[in-house]
């Protein structure tokens, strides 16, 4: 069995086995066992007690971070030439259609989030099978196929995600930069949390929030009581 890092060592020192902490007292913690170099990812899971195959049992929805992700999000803006301007001002890193549907025909796809509008769906709804598995085709729930491209823009660039749950019950996110504040991190999970709360399905029995998990890249996750949420 290999031996500890001093640096291991001194975190698993600051976690209390079996202990949920406090989304606060979490929020605290997660940099203080954080020991990268980088600036790492904050991320954050929730198992939920529902039956994802059930479509009545689905939970998906968008949430605007108060603090943002942190991250420098690429936009696409595929719209027609009336609001292309306004895209561009509103800060889409690229914006037109048909040459764009053609790149992506021929496999680019460096982007992080696509926006488009409804009458544009038509050109965009083939390339399914290529945006698709890379989480990047429009979707009206999430707010990426819409009338008002330019405030779709500005939305995911001040921090709107979207998120569903996995196939396991739990909805994985990432929630901010290690770099956050404590103050910032809390604020950003909790708002994250509360957005889950209120997407409660009807027909979801039983505990709804069975747990939730702190940690930032290559940390040890931070249990949290649900209680501490709500």
């Known amino acids: 069995m290999s031996k500890l890092t001093k640096n291991q060592k001194a975190v698993a020192d600051k976690i209390e086995v079996g202990k949920a902490y406090t989304l606060k007292e979490a ?3 997660v940099k203080e066992i954080t020991t990268t170099k980088f600036d790492a ?3 954050i899971d929730v198992r939920l007690g529902v039956d994802p195959r059930k479509a009545n049992q689905m939970v998906r929805g968008v949430v605007t971070l108060p603090n943002g992700t942190g991250k ?5 803006a595929l719209c027609t030439p009336d609001q292309e301007s306004a895209a561009k001002e509103a800060g889409a890193d690229y914006v037109g259609l048909d040459e764009y549907v053609e790149k992506i025909k021929g496999g ?11 009458s544009c769906m038509g050109k965009i709804g083939p390339l399914g099978r290529i945006l698709g598995p890379r989480g990047l085709m429009p979707n009206p729930k999430s707010g990426t196929v ?6 779709a823009v500005k939305d995911v660039k001040a921090g709107k995600i979207d998120f569903k749950v996995d196939k396991t019950g739990i909805v994985h996110a990432s929630i901010g930069k290690i770099s ?3 103050e910032k991190i809390f604020e950003n999970a909790k708002e994250f949390i509360q957005t889950i709360i209120k997407l409660k399905p009807a027909a979801a029995k039983g505990t709804y ?4 998990f702190i940690s930032s890249t290559m940390s040890k996750g931070i249990k949290v009581d649900p209680k501490s949420v709500e």
């Not at 420098?72 to 696409?76: F, P």
């Not at 680019?108 to 409804?118: E, G, L, R, S, Y």
């Open 180 to 182: 956050f504040s404590s």
């Open 72 to 76: 420098t999000v690429r936009v696409l």
């Open 209 to 212: 929030i069975k747990s939730i």
């Open 146 to 151: 819409t009338m008002d491209v330019a405030k």
């Open 27 to 29: 929020s605290e913690l």
């Open 108 to 118: 680019w796809t460096d982007v992080d989030v696509i926006i488009t509008m409804p």
């Open 41 to 43: 990812s904050l991320d």
